[in-house]
C-alpha cells in the first residue's frame, strides 16, 4: 500500500473516444478534491492508446469539460500513447526477469487452446509459459505476463474493503500485442508508478483490474497505490445510467443552463455524504471530502434534484452576473437584447433568479418582459379585463404611478398598489388580476411590484393605457 504521509497524487485518466460524461466528471471530481484537500496534486492522463478510436476533439472537449466544471489539474496532460517506449521498456524487464514470456499462439491456436481449458475445467494457460526459447519460430509474439498460479490476489479497497481473487481465476494477460503495442494494465501501472500516483480513485468496473494490476506492481517490487472503486452512477431506475436517463456530456449540462457550481455540488453528493450536509460550495468540499465518505452502493442520477441544488447557485448570482449569464439564452430564443431589453433584463435580475432552476429557464421566466406592443391577450388570460370596472380601476391606477419617484425600485411600487388598493376600499384581487393581465399578458411573472420596476415606468405606462378605459 502507498504510505499515507507522502504527498497525494492522484490522477483521472480518460479515453479521448467521447465527451466528458457525467459519471467520468464525478470520477475527476473525486480525485481533485482528495488531492487539493491535502495539498497533493492532480494530474491528467489521456488514454489513448487505441488510435483507431482517438478523437482530438474529444480530448479538447474533455478539457475543456473539467475547465468550466473548475477542476484544475498540475502540469502539462500525459499522452499514454507518447509513453509506449516506456511500456515496452518495462515488458522487455519482465521478460528478462522470467515474469513473462513470449507466446507465439495465432489466433486460431489460441482460441483452440481456450476452448480445451475451458472444456477441461482449468484456466487457460499458453504452452508457450515453460516452454524452451530455443524452439521459439520466426513469427510474431504477444509477450504474456506470468501470472501466479496459486493462492489468490488481494485487494485492500477504500470502499468495497478487502477483496481477494482466485488466481486461478486470473490467466496469463498480454502486456505486449503482437503488434508491438502495450496493453491497458501494463500501460497504467507503469504510467501511474511513473507519475507518482498515490490513490487510484475510479468507477468499481475496474476492480478486476485492480487484481491484474496488483500483480503487475509486485513483480516489479513498486508499491501498490490506494485504491477506491467507486460504485458507477445508475438511472432512476436502478439500470446502468444510459442517455435516456440524462447521462449526457458535461457539455450538454452547460448548454442546458447549468452552472458549474451547481453541477459540481450535485456530483459530489452524487455517492458521497458529509452527514445531512447537501449545499457544499467548492472551497467547503476541498475541506471536507474524504475517502471514507463514499458509498459502497451505487447512486442515482436524479435530475430534480440536480435542478434544486443548481437553483441554489443561480438565486445566489449577482443581479449581474445572472443578467449576463442568462442573455445567451434569451438572445437564443429569439429575443433582440437592445439597450431597452438589457435594461429591462438586469433591473429585473433579482426577481427572475429565483424563479429559476436553471439558466436556461430564464427564457420563459422573462418573456414577458420582452413583448411586444400591442400585447395580445388571449383567453383565460383576458379574463381578468373583462370584468366590470376592470378598465376604469387600470385607469385611475395610470395616475397612481404618474410620479416618478415611485420607480425608484420595486419595494416602492408594490407599496404604491397596495396603498392603492386600501385607499378605494377593495382587496387586492380587484386590482392585481387585471393589472398584471395588461402587464404581462398571462405569461409567468412575479410580484407586480418586480413587473413594473423591471418593465420601466414608460413601457408599463404603455401597456396600462393599452387596457384602461
Known amino acids: 500500500m502507498a504510505d499515507?504521509?507522502?504527498?497525494?497524487?492522484?490522477?483521472?485518466?480518460?479515453?479521448?473516444?467521447?465527451?466528458?460524461?457525467?459519471?467520468?466528471?464525478?470520477?475527476?471530481?473525486?480525485?481533485?478534491?482528495?488531492?487539493?484537500?491535502?495539498?497533493?496534486?492532480?494530474?491528467l492522463r489521456i488514454e489513448d492508446t487505441d488510435r483507431a478510436r482517438h478523437n482530438e476533439a474529444a480530448v479538447e472537449a474533455i478539457l475543456d469539460g473539467l475547465t468550466w466544471l473548475g477542476l484544475d489539474w498540475d502540469g502539462e496532460p500525459v499522452s499514454q500513447y507518447a509513453r509506449q517506449d516506456r511500456h515496452r521498456e518495462i515488458a522487455e524487464q519482465l521478460l528478462a526477469e522470467g515474469k513473462a514470456y513470449r507466446c507465439y499462439l495465432d489466433s486460431e491456436e489460441l482460441a483452440a487452446a481456450r476452448d480445451k481449458a475451458k472444456a477441461d475445467g482449468v484456466r487457460f494457460e499458453s504452452p508457450w509459459r515453460e516452454a524452451d526459447p530455443s524452439s521459439a519460430p520466426d513469427k510474431p509474439y504477444a509477450v504474456r505476463f506470468k501470472a501466479p498460479r496459486d493462492g489468490e490476489t488481494l485487494v485492500e479497497d477504500t470502499v468495497q474493503g478487502r477483496v481477494a481473487y482466485p488466481n486461478a481465476a486470473l490467466d496469463d494477460l498480454i502486456i505486449v500485442r503482437s503488434d508491438g503495442g502495450p496493453t491497458y494494465n501494463l500501460a497504467v501501472v507503469v504510467d501511474d508508478h511513473d507519475m507518482g500516483v498515490t490513490h487510484v480513485i475510479r468507477g468499481d468496473d475496474h476492480l478486476n483490474n485492480a487484481a491484474r494490476q496488483s500483480q503487475i506492481y509486485q513483480a516489479l517490487g513498486w508499491s501498490v497505490p490506494v485504491f477506491a472503486h467507486v460504485p458507477l452512477i445508475h438511472g432512476q431506475d436502478g439500470?446502468?445510467?444510459?442517455?435516456?436517463?440524462?447521462?449526457?456530456?458535461?457539455?450538454?449540462?452547460?448548454?442546458?443552463?447549468?452552472?458549474?457550481?451547481?453541477?459540481?455540488?450535485?456530483?459530489?453528493?452524487?455517492?458521497?455524504?458529509?452527514?445531512?450536509?447537501?449545499?457544499?460550495?467548492?472551497?467547503?468540499?476541498r475541506e471536507i471530502f474524504d475517502l471514507k465518505g463514499l458509498n459502497k452502493a451505487p447512486a442515482r442520477l436524479d435530475l430534480d434534484k440536480l435542478n434544486h441544488v443548481n437553483a441554489h447557485y443561480v438565486a445566489e448570482l449577482s443581479d449581474e452576473d445572472f443578467a449576463g449569464l442568462a442573455a445567451p439564452f434569451i438572445e437564443a430564443a429569439g429575443v433582440q437584447l437592445d439597450a431597452e431589453n438589457k435594461a429591462r433584463l438586469e433591473r429585473s435580475a433579482a426577481s427572475l433568479k429565483t424563479r429559476c432552476a436553471t439558466l436556461a429557464d430564464s427564457v420563459e421566466a422573462s418573456a414577458y418582459l420582452f413583448l411586444q406592443r400591442p400585447l395580445t391577450i388571449e383567453g383565460k388570460a383576458a379574463k381578468p379585463l373583462k370584468?366590470?370596472?376592470?378598465?376604469?380601476?387600470?385607469?385611475?391606477?395610470?395616475?397612481?404611478?404618474?410620479?416618478?419617484?415611485?420607480w425608484a425600485s420595486?419595494?416602492?411600487?408594490?407599496?404604491?398598489?397596495?396603498?392603492?388598493?386600501?385607499?378605494?376600499?377593495?382587496?387586492?384581487?380587484?386590482?392585481?388580476?387585471?393589472?398584471?393581465?395588461?402587464?404581462?399578458?398571462?405569461?409567468?411573472?412575479?410580484g407586480l411590484g418586480d413587473v413594473l420596476y423591471g418593465l420601466g415606468p414608460e413601457e408599463s405606462r404603455a401597456r396600462l393605457a393599452a387596457q384602461a378605459a
Open 410 to 446: 420595486a419595494a416602492t411600487l408594490e407599496e404604491k398598489l397596495q396603498a392603492f388598493a386600501a385607499a378605494k376600499n377593495v382587496g387586492f384581487g380587484v386590482v392585481g388580476p387585471p393589472a398584471r393581465a395588461a402587464l404581462t399578458a398571462g405569461r409567468p411573472s412575479p
Open 4 to 43: 499515507n504521509q507522502q504527498p497525494v497524487v492522484t490522477r483521472f485518466a480518460p479515453s479521448p473516444t467521447g465527451y466528458l460524461h457525467i459519471g467520468g466528471a464525478r470520477t475527476a471530481l473525486f480525485n481533485w478534491l482528495y488531492a487539493r484537500g491535502r495539498g497533493g496534486k492532480f494530474l
Open 387 to 406: 370584468k366590470e370596472g376592470a378598465q376604469q380601476v387600470l385607469s385611475e391606477l395610470l395616475e397612481a404611478l404618474d410620479d416618478d419617484a415611485l
Open 239 to 285: 439500470a446502468k445510467l444510459s442517455k435516456r436517463h440524462g447521462a449526457l456530456g458535461v457539455e450538454a449540462y452547460r448548454d442546458q443552463g447549468y452552472l458549474p457550481e451547481g453541477l459540481f455540488n450535485y456530483l459530489l453528493r452524487l455517492g458521497w455524504a458529509h452527514g445531512d450536509e447537501e449545499i457544499i460550495p467548492y472551497d467547503r468540499a
